[in-house]
């Protein structure tokens, strides 16, 4: 049976607001507190970074995302960075990153193409897993719901040895000893230093703090889906 108009928009009005208070947890409790992204706090407090909600529920559905993409792209003013977040979408971590892959070929393939934007897939679950850098990334991107980072590739190409991914760099926010590294000389890619400093981070920290802390937001977001459930009847899927 379909939601009467009135009733499906107020359940999306209340779930998007319980969708981005619980993502603002996760950047303020998580991203920044263990410095997983030393810019992410100058680019959230700046107020420059798009949130949008998206309420798609069906991982063939990707209408929604690329009009979603449209619109960013030919905004006047379209922000450097933005977040689609999926607080209805059901799926694993590598199917939300096959999803990410499918709308990423859509917006190539799209007339004018919509390529001005690098996406990166976000998702709740995902181990720690400490053998490599990189294989620790998805797991300091363990988001409360799916969401896709979206950051213009003009900014990218101004971040000096960042040859690929989704970083946006925030110099106010790094230690001193941070911005030496950045601005000295390296071989290696900033990407692969940053990797390389979050491995080092969550080894210090110790996993099971970290997790701690995903595990408190994960239930607060879950209490927010109880209420949805008990005003209108729906919420969102339980996240493992």
């Known amino acids: 049976m379909t939601l009467p108009t009135t009733a499906t928009h107020d ?8 969708t981005l208070a619980v993502y603002e947890r996760y950047a303020v409790e998580v991203v920044e507190r263990f410095g997983l992204c030393p810019w992410a706090r100058a680019a959230r407090e700046s107020g420059e970074v798009l949130l949008r909600v998206l309420f798609s529920a069906n991982t063939d559905d990707l209408d929604g995302s690329l009009a979603a993409l449209r619109e960013l792209s030919e905004g006047e003013d379209a922000p ?15 199917g939300f ?4 892959r499918r709308l990423r ?49 003009s900014a990218l190409s101004r971040i000096k040895g960042l040859t690929s991914g989704t970083a946006f760099l925030d110099v106010s926010a790094l230690s001193v000893e941070a911005f030496k590294a950045l601005t000295e000389p390296a071989a290696k890619p900033l990407r692969e ?3 390389e400093q979050n491995l080092l981070t969550v080894t210090q920290v110790g996993p ?3 997790e701690a802390v995903l595990g408190d937001i994960a239930s607060g977001r879950e209490r927010e889906h109880e209420g949805l459930l008990a005003r209108h009847g729906r919420r969102g899927p339980r996240r493992a």
């Not at 359940?11 to 319980?18: H, K, N, P, T």
């Not at 450097?80 to 590598?94: E, G, H, M, V």
């Not at 990153?97 to 990410?100: F, I, N």
């Open 208 to 210: 099971d703090v970290i």
């Open 105 to 153: 070929a859509l917006a190539e393939r799209a007339s004018p193409k919509l390529d001005a934007y690098a996406m990166a897939a976000f998702h709740p679950n995902a181990a720690a897993d400490l053998s490599h850098p990189d294989k620790l990334v998805p797991y300091v991107r363990r988001s409360p719901d799916p969401t896709l980072q979206l950051v213009k590739n």
């Open 80 to 94: 450097d960075i933005a977040l689609f977040i999926y607080p209805l979408l059901d799926t694993s971590r590598l």
């Open 11 to 18: 359940f999306e009005r209340d779930l998007e607001r319980a």
């Open 97 to 100: 990153e096959d999803y990410t």
């Open 193 to 195: 230093r940053i990797a």
